[in-house]
Nanobody, 126 residues
Framework: QVQLVESGGRLVQAGDSLRLSCATS????????MGWFRQAPGKERDFVAA????????RYADSVKGRFTIFRDNAKNTVYLRMNSLKPEDTAVYYC???????????????????WGQGTQVFVSS
């Protein structure tokens, strides 16, 4: 059974840092691109970041570039999102997702991700 379980979300203040984790099981983690998406209240789910199978390639949304870092540990079947300099507009439910898609240019598209976690809430107060 495929499982993705996010953790680490909580209430923080603007300027703080936070690290989200996504522990996975039930599939060959090292063969999947992993991504993070987020959804704010009343808005669509947006791409945040993606990391390639080996971790040698990453991609970020413009809104988080330079502040967020995605990385993975294939030995632990876990992907992480390090978030620095958090802003109130980063408030959202954050989801991790797995994709077997080989076209790296499509990794910002939620439709290429086949498996999703339940999400973890991040709230950034001003």
């Amino acid at each position: 059974q495929v499982q993705l379980v996010e953790s680490g979300g909580r209430l923080v203040q603007a300027g703080d840092s936070l690290r989200l984790s996504c522990a996975t099981s039930g599939f060959t983690f090292s063969r999947y691109v992993m991504g993070w998406f987020r959804q704010a209240p009343g808005k669509e789910r947006d791409f945040v970041a993606a990391v390639s199978w080996s971790g040698d390639k990453t991609r970020y949304a413009d809104s988080v570039k330079g502040r967020f870092t995605i990385f993975r540990d294939n030995a632990k079947n876990t992907v992480y999102l390090r978030m620095n300099s958090l802003k109130p507009e980063d408030t959202a439910v954050y989801y991790c997702a797995a994709s077997y898609e080989s076209n790296w240019s499509s990794m910002g598209d939620s439709r290429v991700y086949s498996n999703w976690g339940q999400g973890t809430q991040v709230f950034v107060s001003s």
